[in-house]
Each structure stands twice: as structure tokens, then as C-alpha cells.
């Protein structure tokens, strides 16, 4: 019946090793490794695509000293030969380039996502009832963005900057190195001043974006309330809402418009002015023979002064992306390093269920062992059920019910006692192997954009037409089904959204029937539906648990009086327990709950 499973290699990320979450540029180094051969071509060949930028104002330089000196023509033959070439080598470098960055960048994207997608499934079910759905997509889709913009922005205006910087003050300290000191002071004080210029804009437009969500957020509110600001004619004031608003982003986008001019022709003007000096201040040295300095010396060192400044301020500009960038590191880090995982790994794998489950004196409790404010949901519960037996859960909410049912699905593991399968402690069980035995109709149906045959056989392999339309028979589905356009193949839409409660339901029963399970679960799978739907789903249920056993929650206990036995749960406990009738000839909690429900 069992074999033991061999432990699997795990091919995903190695997010244990591979991540720390305090250090993400050594986690973005440790993700990068593998990539090393390619990352080294791409940067060489970056450096040699980008080089015109740094060796225009030196071959300009020998141009003009050609012209101003009356060097041979040949010279100038050369360099415009050799600008050229580079020039033209341009289109296949950075054709190689940017498929090796492209590929580094998003195969590194790819793999965060698969490897955050892979320890969502590992997570334990208490760590998804503690974690927001939306936070964890956040995280999969903007976090994982947010490395990839990072990286690609660093790659290309950062590596722009950088080659250019150390190109440039290559060439004046190979041509000119009375200049490299001055370069080296005057450069960075320069983008720095144009960086602080900067900072000023960037607050008003923080301010400015925030007024605009103000917006956004006042216009969403007036459109959700129409109806009934329509019912009691307050168009007049919802309107008057929304052009207040209107008029604050009016004047905040002028009073930025104003701050943009200003600071911009501040900035251009700091920045050329500091150009101008620079071009003066060499051709004064040039003009008296201070330093050996020719006119097209003079030219370089201008023209170097505007790029070197330029490429200072961009590596200065990237702190805010390398910020958020290391901050998605961060947070992917957080769910990649999250110790609260289903354990399977080495455990006992199922290759069939008869259907026997054991409860001997479970107890569950939420929270940390030892902490004051742990809640003990489930307390010392012992049942029995055996294959063809229905056992059903009744009590007041918080009484412990759903808790019992994520004990047997195994989405929690008992704090003290043990379940048994067929006589085996699940402690002891690959949970996966057993869940293949297992259905869950669940209160809320829930369907996925797709067809109804998809939805229907979710998970399952050559099943074939056949036994997709006699699953939705018996679960009293066909006949709406055939009555759609496209039969099983109508797309349900998100979430099943052109189906009605009952409809849904019925498919989620198809789903359940097609997998002929061992153990089937129903948690309240009529409660929220009308008498008509609630007829048709009782009597397809009734196919369902033929032979199997299964455990119910119900909210109306009407549909659970013919249930083999009926567990009363009160707070954590087992109140009491039998058949419907011996349940009321006590004339106990059962007796009480079923004379409130008439």
C-alpha cells in the first residue's frame, strides 16, 4: 500500500542558501553566479559599443589639432576612419548585448517568480491564513519588477556612467594629466550641485502624484455611488467633491510647472556655467603655455567636463532605483526564507486509500507554544469513521468544526494527539500523495477562467469527453451545461463569474465526482444557495458519498439528518454525538440548535 518516497531533487531556487534577507547585494551576487560567463560579455561588450562616447572629444581634439597645427591629412584620414568603424560596430555590439543582459535580467525575473510560486505551494496553509493573497501577488509581480528594473537600469545607465567616467578620465590622464586632479574635484561637485537642484523637484512631485491619487481615489468613490447618488439627487454635491479636487491638482501641477521651470533653467545654467569656466580655464592655460595644452586639448577637456558631469549626476540619480531594487530583494526574501512549510519530503507516499480516519484525542491550539494569547481551537477529539460513513460537524460558530476539517485535509498538523489513515499516522505521510485521494466541496465554489471542462478535470490528465459529461450528470449540472453556447467548452470567466451560486456549485461536485475520492470533505456546500438549488445539489451530493467516507460541515441541519453519526462541537469539544434521532431523545445542545432552526 506504501512505499517509502525518495527525496527529490530540488530544482527550483535554492532559497534557504541562496537568500539573506539583511544582505541583498550579496543574495543579487549569489542569484547571479551562474550567470558570470554571459554578465562578462555582456559588460565587454558594452564597453567597446559605448566607447564612441568617450573617444568623440579625444578624436575631435586630434582633428582639430590637425586643422590648427597643419598635421599631415592622414591624421585626420585615421581618426575619422577609426570613429567610424567603432560607429558602425555599434548595431551588431549592442544586438549581442542586449540578448545577453536581456536573457541574465529576465531569466533572473523568471526564476524569482517560479521560486516564490513553488514556496507558496510548500507554505502551510496557517502561514496563507496569516498572509494577505494580495501582499503575496504584490510580491510576485512588482517586487520580482522591481529587481528586473533595477538591474537592467543599473546595466544600462550605470554602466554607461561608469565606462564613461573611467574612459574619460582614462584619456585625460593619458593626454592631459595636469588636468586629471582638477577633474577629479570639480566633476563630482558638480553633479552633486545638480543632484541637490534635483531633490528640490523631486518633492513637489511626490506632492504632486499624491494630489493626483486624491483624484483618482474621489473619482472611483463617485462612480461606485451613483446609484445612490442619483436615488437622492446629490449630483450637484458629488460633483462639487470631485472639482474641489480638481482644482487642488490644478494648482499643485502649476506650482510644479513653475518649480520644473525654475529649477531646470537654474540647473542648466549652474551646469554650462561651470562648462563655460572649465572651457575658459583651459584655453587661458593653453593661450599663456601655463601646461603643454594644444586647442584641441582646450575642445577635449570642455567637451569632457558636460559627460563626465552628466554620467556623475546618473550614478546619482540610480540611488532611488538600487534602493527599491535591494528593498524587493528584501521582501521576495521574506517568503523564500519562511520556515512555516508543509514537510513531506521523506515521508510515506500513498498508493491507495480504503477510507478509515481515526481521530484519537486531537488537539489544536493557534499561536506559539507557550504564548499568552494562543487559542485552542480544537480540544482532545476523538471520532471514528469508517468507509461509506458520513460524519457530519454541527455547532455555533468558532465551536471548532472547519478546524477539524483542515485536520483531516492535513492543512494543520494536530498540537497533541494523532489522525489515522487506515491505521497509519498522517504524521507519518506524504500529505500530497494522501490529498490525491481526497475531494473538497467547499461553501464558495471556486472556478478559474477557463472552460468548463478545464475547470472540471483541474489537475487531472486523459480524462476523457465521456466522463466529464457523466460527472456533470450526476452532479445534476448537464442540463445547463448543453443549454450555454459552447457546451463544456464555455469559458466560465474570472472566478466563474457568468455562472449563478447554484450553477458553480454543481460544477464544483463535477469536479469532485470525476476524481472518485476516498475521502470527500463538504464544508457548508449548500448554506449560501436557495431552496431550488439546495434541492438539486442535495440530490447529487447523495451520488457523491456513495461509498466513501465523508465528513460535513452544515449550517442547516435539515441535510445532514440521515448522517451516520452527528458530532456536536462546543467549543473545541465533542458535546455529544450520535444519529439524529438519538441526538434528539436526548434532548441535549442538538435538541436545542434544531428546535432554534425550525
Given at each position: 500500500?506504501?512505499?517509502?518516497?525518495?527525496?527529490?531533487?530540488v530544482?527550483?531556487?535554492?532559497?534557504?542558501h541562496?537568500?539573506s534577507?539583511?544582505n541583498?547585494?550579496r543574495?543579487?551576487?549569489?542569484?547571479?553566479?551562474?550567470e558570470l560567463?554571459?554578465l562578462t560579455?555582456?559588460?565587454v561588450?558594452?564597453v567597446?559599443?559605448h566607447?564612441?562616447?568617450?573617444l568623440?572629444?579625444?578624436?575631435?581634439?586630434?582633428?582639430?589639432d590637425?586643422?590648427?597645427?597643419?598635421?599631415?591629412?592622414s591624421?585626420l584620414w585615421?581618426a575619422t576612419?577609426?570613429l567610424l568603424?567603432i560607429?558602425?560596430?555599434?548595431?551588431?555590439?549592442?544586438?549581442?548585448?542586449?540578448r545577453?543582459?536581456?536573457?541574465i535580467v529576465?531569466?533572473?525575473g523568471t526564476m524569482?517568480?517560479?521560486?516564490l510560486c513553488?514556496?507558496?505551494?510548500?507554505?502551510?496553509i496557517?502561514y496563507?491564513?496569516?498572509?494577505?493573497?494580495s501582499?503575496?501577488?504584490a510580491?510576485?509581480?512588482?517586487d520580482?519588477?522591481?529587481?528586473?528594473q533595477?538591474?537592467?537600469?543599473?546595466?544600462?545607465?550605470g554602466?554607461?556612467?561608469?565606462?564613461t567616467?573611467v574612459?574619460?578620465?582614462?584619456?585625460i590622464?593619458?593626454r592631459?594629466?595636469?588636468?586629471l586632479p582638477?577633474f577629479?574635484?570639480?566633476v563630482?561637485?558638480a553633479?552633486?550641485?545638480?543632484m541637490?537642484?534635483?531633490?528640490?523637484?523631486?518633492d513637489?512631485?511626490?506632492?504632486?502624484?499624491?494630489?493626483?491619487?486624491q483624484?483618482s481615489?474621489?473619482?472611483?468613490e463617485m462612480?461606485?455611488l451613483?446609484?445612490?447618488t442619483r436615488a437622492h439627487g446629490?449630483?450637484?454635491?458629488?460633483?462639487?467633491?470631485v472639482?474641489?479636487?480638481l482644482d487642488?491638482?490644478r494648482?499643485e501641477?502649476?506650482?510644479?510647472d513653475?518649480l520644473n521651470?525654475r529649477?531646470g533653467?537654474l540647473?542648466?545654467?549652474?551646469l554650462?556655467?561651470?562648462g563655460?569656466?572649465?572651457l575658459?580655464g583651459s584655453?587661458?592655460?593653453?593661450?599663456?603655455?601655463?601646461?603643454?595644452?594644444?586647442?584641441g586639448d582646450?575642445?577635449?577637456l570642455s567637451?569632457f567636463?558636460?559627460?563626465?558631469?552628466?554620467s556623475?549626476?546618473?550614478l546619482l540619480s540610480?540611488?532611488?532605483?538600487?534602493?527599491?531594487g535591494?528593498?524587493?530583494?528584501r521582501s521576495?526574501?521574506e517568503?523564500?526564507?519562511?520556515?512555516d512549510?508543509e514537510?513531506n519530503?521523506?515521508?510515506?507516499?500513498i498508493?491507495?486509500?480504503?477510507?478509515r480516519?481515526?481521530f484519537?484525542?486531537?488537539?489544536f491550539?493557534y499561536?506559539?507554544p507557550?504564548?499568552?494569547?494562543?487559542?485552542?481551537?480544537?480540544d482532545?477529539?476523538?471520532?471514528?469513521?469508517?468507509r461509506g460513513?458520513?460524519?457530519?460537524l454541527?455547532?455555533?460558530s468558532?465551536a471548532?468544526?472547519?478546524?477539524?476539517?483542515?485536520?483531516?485535509?492535513?492543512?494543520?498538523?494536530?498540537?497533541?494527539?494523532?489522525?489515522?489513515?487506515?491505521?497509519?499516522?498522517?504524521?507519518?505521510?506524504?500529505?500530497?500523495?494522501y490529498r490525491r485521494?481526497?475531494?473538497?466541496?467547499?461553501?464558495?465554489?471556486?472556478?478559474?477562467e477557463?472552460?468548463?471542462?478545464?475547470?472540471?478535470?483541474?489537475?487531472l490528465?486523459?480524462?476523457?469527453?465521456d466522463?466529464?459529461?457523466?460527472a456533470?450528470?450526476?452532479?445534476n449540472a448537464?442540463e445547463?451545461?448543453?443549454?450555454?453556447?459552447?457546451?463544456?467548452d464555455?469559458?466560465v470567466?474570472?472566478r466563474?463569474?457568468?455562472?449563478s451560486?447554484?450553477?458553480?456549485?454543481?460544477?464544483?461536485i463535477?469536479?469532485?465526482?470525476?476524481r472518485d475520492p476516498r475521502?470527500?470533505?463538504?464544508?457548508?456546500?449548500?448554506?449560501?444557495?436557495?431552496?431550488?438549488?439546495?434541492a438539486?445539489?442535495?440530490?447529487?451530493?447523495s451520488?457523491?458519498?456513495?461509498?466513501?467516507?465523508?465528513f460535513?460541515?452544515?449550517h442547516?441541519?435539515?441535510?445532514?439528518?440521515?448522517a451516520?453519526?452527528?458530532?456536536?462541537?462546543?467549543?473545541?469539544?465533542?458535546a455529544e454525538m450520535?444519529?439524529?434521532?438519538?441526538?434528539?431523545?436526548?434532548?441535549g445542545l442538538?435538541?436545542?440548535?434544531?428546535?432554534?432552526k425550525?
Amino acid at each position: 500500500m506504501r512505499q517509502k518516497q525518495p527525496t527529490p531533487r530540488v530544482a527550483s531556487l535554492p532559497a534557504d542558501h541562496v537568500y539573506s534577507g539583511q544582505n541583498p547585494v550579496r543574495t543579487l551576487g549569489r542569484l547571479l553566479s551562474p550567470e558570470l560567463p554571459r554578465l562578462t560579455v555582456a559588460v565587454v561588450t558594452f564597453v567597446a559599443k559605448h566607447s564612441p562616447i568617450w573617444l568623440l572629444p579625444l578624436i575631435t581634439a586630434v582633428i582639430l589639432d590637425v586643422v590648427v597645427e597643419h598635421r599631415p591629412v592622414s591624421e585626420l584620414w585615421t581618426a575619422t576612419a577609426v570613429l567610424l568603424a567603432i560607429l558602425l560596430l555599434n548595431f551588431p555590439l549592442h544586438l549581442v548585448y542586449v540578448r545577453c543582459m536581456g536573457t541574465i535580467v529576465r531569466g533572473l525575473g523568471t526564476m524569482l517568480r517560479s521560486a516564490l510560486c513553488a514556496r507558496m505551494q510548500q507554505l502551510s496553509i496557517g502561514y496563507h491564513s496569516r498572509t494577505s493573497a494580495s501582499v503575496l501577488q504584490a510580491k510576485v509581480i512588482r517586487d520580482a519588477e522591481a529587481v528586473e528594473q533595477m538591474l537592467m537600469q543599473c546595466a544600462d545607465l550605470g554602466l554607461a556612467a561608469v565606462v564613461t567616467l573611467v574612459g574619460g578620465l582614462v584619456v585625460i590622464g593619458l593626454r592631459v594629466p595636469s588636468f586629471l586632479p582638477v577633474f577629479l574635484i570639480v566633476v563630482p561637485a558638480a553633479g552633486l550641485l545638480v543632484m541637490r537642484l534635483r531633490g528640490r523637484l523631486r518633492d513637489q512631485n511626490e506632492l504632486f502624484r499624491r494630489r493626483v491619487e486624491q483624484l483618482s481615489s474621489r473619482v472611483g468613490e463617485m462612480t461606485s455611488l451613483i446609484p445612490i447618488t442619483r436615488a437622492h439627487g446629490l449630483e450637484h454635491a458629488a460633483l462639487g467633491r470631485v472639482n474641489a479636487t480638481l482644482d487642488e491638482v490644478r494648482s499643485e501641477g502649476i506650482r510644479l510647472d513653475l518649480l520644473n521651470g525654475r529649477f531646470g533653467s537654474l540647473a542648466w545654467i549652474v551646469l554650462n556655467t561651470l562648462g563655460l569656466l572649465c572651457l575658459t580655464g583651459s584655453a587661458l592655460v593653453a593661450y599663456h603655455g601655463w601646461l603643454p595644452v594644444t586647442a584641441g586639448d582646450v575642445v577635449m577637456l570642455s567637451g569632457f567636463f558636460t559627460i563626465l558631469t552628466g554620467s556623475v549626476t546618473t550614478l546619482l540619480s540610480l540611488a532611488p532605483v538600487l534602493s527599491k531594487g535591494l528593498e524587493s530583494v528584501r521582501s521576495i526574501g521574506e517568503v523564500l526564507q519562511e520556515p512555516d512549510l508543509e514537510r513531506n519530503t521523506g515521508k510515506e507516499q500513498i498508493s491507495s486509500v480504503e477510507g478509515r480516519i481515526d481521530f484519537e484525542n486531537v488537539s489544536f491550539a493557534y499561536g506559539e507554544p507557550g504564548a499568552a494569547d494562543r487559542e485552542v481551537a480544537v480540544d482532545r477529539v476523538s471520532l471514528s469513521a469508517r468507509r461509506g460513513e458520513t460524519v457530519a460537524l454541527v455547532g455555533a460558530s468558532g465551536a471548532g468544526k472547519s478546524t477539524v476539517l483542515n485536520l483531516l485535509i492535513g492543512f494543520i498538523r494536530p498540537t497533541s494527539g494523532r489522525i489515522l489513515l487506515d491505521g497509519t499516522d498522517m504524521a507519518r505521510l506524504d500529505l500530497r500523495s494522501y490529498r490525491r485521494f481526497v475531494s473538497v466541496v467547499p461553501q464558495e465554489s471556486i472556478l478559474f477562467e477557463g472552460t468548463i471542462e478545464e475547470n472540471v478535470t483541474y489537475g487531472l490528465r486523459d480524462v476523457g469527453k465521456d466522463a466529464v459529461r457523466q460527472a456533470l450528470q450526476d452532479a445534476n449540472a448537464l442540463e445547463f451545461v448543453d443549454s450555454l453556447p459552447h457546451g463544456v467548452d464555455t469559458v466560465v470567466g474570472e472566478r466563474g463569474a457568468r455562472l449563478s451560486g447554484g450553477q458553480k456549485q454543481r460544477l464544483a461536485i463535477a469536479r469532485a465526482l470525476v476524481r472518485d475520492p476516498r475521502v470527500l470533505v463538504l464544508d457548508e456546500a449548500t448554506s449560501a444557495l436557495d431552496n431550488h438549488s439546495e434541492a438539486l445539489i442535495q440530490q447529487a451530493l447523495s451520488r457523491l458519498v456513495r461509498g466513501r467516507t465523508v465528513f460535513v460541515v452544515a449550517h442547516r441541519l435539515s441535510t445532514i439528518q440521515d448522517a451516520d453519526r452527528i458530532v456536536v462541537m462546543d467549543h473545541g469539544r465533542i458535546a455529544e454525538m450520535g444519529t439524529h434521532d438519538e441526538l434528539i431523545d436526548r434532548g441535549g445542545l442538538y435538541a436545542r440548535m434544531h428546535t432554534a432552526k425550525r
